[in-house]
Nanobody, 125 residues
Framework: QVQLVESGGGLVQAGGSLRLSCAAP??????????MGWFRQAPGKEREFVAA????????YYADSVKGRFTISRDNAKNTVYLQMNSLKPEDTAVYYC????????????????WGQGTQVTVSS
């Protein structure tokens, strides 16, 4: 059973920053063998891709809406992936999910096999 646990969400004013973390505890999950991604879902909208990072961390991919503001990173020794979010906007308000994939089709939501429970990010104007 693969478990992903997000943390770090909260309420922040526009222009502020948050850092999300996603940990994969336990020994049943070889964290370094998985592409890790962040997705988000706003009320009434479909879940959308935010960012992804390759197995080693050498390649990173972003949605156009967050490029230049968000940074994804990973620490394979800690089985953890991060999402640093700067210059937050009200339209970034959503539940943020981390997910794991064995595929290098980074943007495709259907390729992600394991999901966390989500963490709420609310940006006030």
């Amino acid at each position: 059973q693969v478990q992903l646990v997000e943390s770090g969400g909260g309420l922040v004013q526009a222009g502020g920053s948050l850092r999300l973390s996603c940990a994969a505890p336990g020994r049943t999950f070889t964290f370094s063998s998985y592409v890790m991604g962040w997705f988000r879902q706003a009320p009434g909208k479909e879940r959308e891709f935010v960012a992804a990072i390759s197995w080693s961390g050498g390649s990173r991919y972003y949605a156009d809406s967050v490029k230049g503001r968000f940074t994804i990173s990973r620490d394979n020794a800690k089985n953890t992936v991060y999402l640093q979010m700067n210059s937050l906007k009200p339209e970034d308000t959503a539940v943020y999910y981390c997910a794991a994939s064995e595929s290098d089709n980074y943007y495709a939501i259907y390729e992600y096999d394991y999901w966390g429970q989500g963490t709420q990010v609310t940006v006030s104007s």
